[in-house]
């Protein structure tokens, strides 16, 4: 005896097989397209041009921290960074101001945020490097300057500071010798 279901699918049109795929199918691939769509919007809404405001309060940082007033740039590019929080160079100049403040560990965290969002970003990559450094981890350093090599070569200036960086090694820390006070008596 031959089933009615197999009786229906081979009297079946190619129409109706076509409208069955498209109902089994189609939502699945909606949903695909709809992610694809998401994505591409997504990586393109990172490569707009930085807000004017933030550009100005980062050339306000720059200059002072080259005047050495290292909080007072903090505050300017922690400002520009409220403006623009999708302005990677801010983090790069946060963690190049942290790393004057001595706060390498800080300087770090900036700096792998700004290679979170632009991977490629070989001041992110050869900064890192340069505060692990300073921070003693050397085979961490390495991997950064590993990256580099195979991004830009060995003569690109990230390459050649983060690779001289390394080869100095980390600052040397004396210890500060201080005389014990001298205990007073009392009668």
Do not use: W
């Not at 081979?10 to 069955?20: D, F, R």
């Not at 199918?25 to 809404?45: D, E, I, K, N, R």
């Not at 950064?144 to 980390?170: F, K, R, V, Y």
């Amino acid at each position: 005896m031959i089933s009615s279901a197999f009786m229906d699918a081979k009297s079946a049109s190619p129409l109706s097989n076509a409208k069955e795929f498209l109902m089994r199918f189609g939502p699945a691939a909606a949903a695909l397209s709809l992610l694809f769509a998401v994505t591409a919007s997504v990586g393109h809404a990172s490569a707009s041009p930085p807000d004017p405001r933030a550009e100005a309060l980062m050339a306000e940082g720059q200059a002072q921290l080259a005047a050495g007033e290292t909080q007072a740039a903090i505050d300017s590019f922690e400002a520009a960074l409220v403006v623009d929080p999708g302005y990677t160079a801010i983090y790069i100049a946060l963690a190049e101001a942290a790393r004057a403040e001595g706060l390498q560990g800080k300087a770090i965290g900036y700096y792998r945020e700004a290679r979170e969002r632009d991977p490629e970003n070989l001041a992110a990559i050869s900064g890192e490097g340069e505060a692990l450094v300073e921070k003693g981890a050397l085979s961490a350093a390495q991997e950064n300057l590993e990256i580099l090599q195979s991004m830009c070569g060995d003569s690109c200036a990230e390459t050649m500071q983060l690779a001289a960086a390394i080869q100095a090694g980390p600052p040397v820390m004396t210890a500060e010798v201080v005389a014990p006070e001298e205990q007073v008596t009392q009668n």
